[in-house]
């Protein structure tokens, strides 16, 4: 039966989730506060399937990623774009120890089909290798901020969003729906990002907002790889790079700081010519990260019309297309939530 909703918010989470409930032939409607300090348009959408100081996978990667990369590509058929970059990441390891882990890491078996060993990488004669380095292969960068500008477009071709802050007062809560702005919905799903703390529903789940920070610089070498150091290095195309992103979990406001600029700039002049390198920007916005590190997802505990698809931390690019279908499975089809993801873990 076709369901109609209304999402508020829409960062990569609230697209990919009314991208997934329009292909499945129901109605949205979003409400955006002009995508004021939105993380996904600062983030560089990367996915890396191995990550962490310990070198693991990635939370079911094995899934999560060949779906996300299907997602990507049919979306980027529909709007006639290239949204889908895959980029393997040269992860510089710093001294005898940091290579022994990784060896020994990467030899699992499970971990084998993400690392590629002995390629031919001659442009890294740029690089000043501190000690030697590993590769990354099946790590894409995907233009999230691009995916959002042009599902935009189309929901204000075909006058499905409001762009205001939502107004939790004027919710009327009916039998079995909802109403806001005198249109009734099957319910209203929050994708607020790391302004849920903000929901008076839903800011009882913890979060763990973390502040990050990026530049975009442009140097005269290409590279055709991302290095990734404390932050990353990652090529945009024509000279551009997006170089980040920090960590920091006092500081709340989405301004851009001298502290950070200047840490990162510090890290890579030492890395890369430091004359060649000019900054062009400098952004900064919160993650919605959480204290498990896992997702929110489901419904609120006494109104079963008002649901939440949060909480994507440092991975929302990776998880955001298989969770978001399994989320529509959970709303139109009754099907159950993986427990992990379940915000009802926290009741
Ligand atoms: C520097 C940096 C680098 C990052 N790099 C990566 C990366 O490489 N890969 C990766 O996977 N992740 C990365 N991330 C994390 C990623 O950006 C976030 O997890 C993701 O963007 C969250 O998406 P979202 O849709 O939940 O929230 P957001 O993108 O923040 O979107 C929320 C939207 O909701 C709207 N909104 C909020 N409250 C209201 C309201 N009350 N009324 C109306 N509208 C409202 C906002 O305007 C916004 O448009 C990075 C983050 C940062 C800061």
């Not at 084998?112 to 001659?122: Q, T």
Request: glycine share 6%; with cysteine; net charge neutral.
């Amino acid at each position: 039966m076709k369901k109609s909703y209304l999402i508020v918010g829409q960062g990569i989470a609230g697209s990919c989730l009314g991208l997934q409930l329009e292909n499945q032939g129901h109605n949205v409607n979003f409400i955006d506060n002009h995508h004021q300090n939105a993380a996904s348009l600062v983030a560089a959408g990367l996915i890396n399937p191995i990550t962490g100081k310990r070198i693991v996978k990635s939370w079911n990667v094995d899934i999560l990623l060949p779906y996300a990369i299907n997602f990507y590509h049919k979306i980027a058929q529909d709007f006639q774009v290239n949204l889908v970059y895959p980029l393997n990441i040269i992860r510089l390891l710093h001294n005898q120890m940091e290579e022994n882990d990784w060896e020994s890491r990467t030899s699992i078996d499970d971990l084998k089909a993400y690392v590629v060993e002995n390629e031919e990488n001659n442009w890294l004669k740029n690089i000043k290798i501190p000690f030697s380095y590993g590769e990354i292969t099946q790590s894409y960068r995907i233009d999230i901020g691009l995916l959002i500008k042009n599902y935009k477009n189309k929901l204000i071709h075909n006058n499905q969003i409001q762009f205001h802050p939502f107004d939790f007062q004027s919710i009327i809560f009916n039998n079995n729906s909802v109403a806001y702005q005198k249109k009734e919905y099957d319910g209203i799903i929050f994708c607020e990002g790391a302004q849920m703390s903000a929901n008076p529903f839903f800011n009882y789940l913890p979060l763990k907002p973390t502040k990050g920070e990026a530049l975009f610089v442009n140097y005269p070498f290409e590279f055709p790889k991302i290095i990734k150091n404390k932050t990353a290095f990652v090529p945009l195309g024509k000279n551009e790079y997006w170089i980040g992103g920090t960590n920091d979990w006092n500081d709340q406001n989405n301004e851009p700081t001298l502290e950070k600029q200047t840490l990162m700039q510090q890290e890579w002049h030492e890395l890369l010519y430091p004359n060649l390198f000019s900054i062009q920007n400098h952004r900064a916005a919160i993650r919605p990260a959480t204290k498990d590190r896992f997702p929110f997802l489901g419904k609120h505990p006494e109104h079963p019309n008002l649901f939440i698809f949060n909480g994507f931390g440092t991975k929302a690019t990776l998880l955001t297309p298989y969770l978001s279908n399994h989320f529509v499975d959970f709303l139109t089809k009754n099907t159950s939530l993986m427990q992990e993801v379940n915000c009802n873990r926290f009741n």
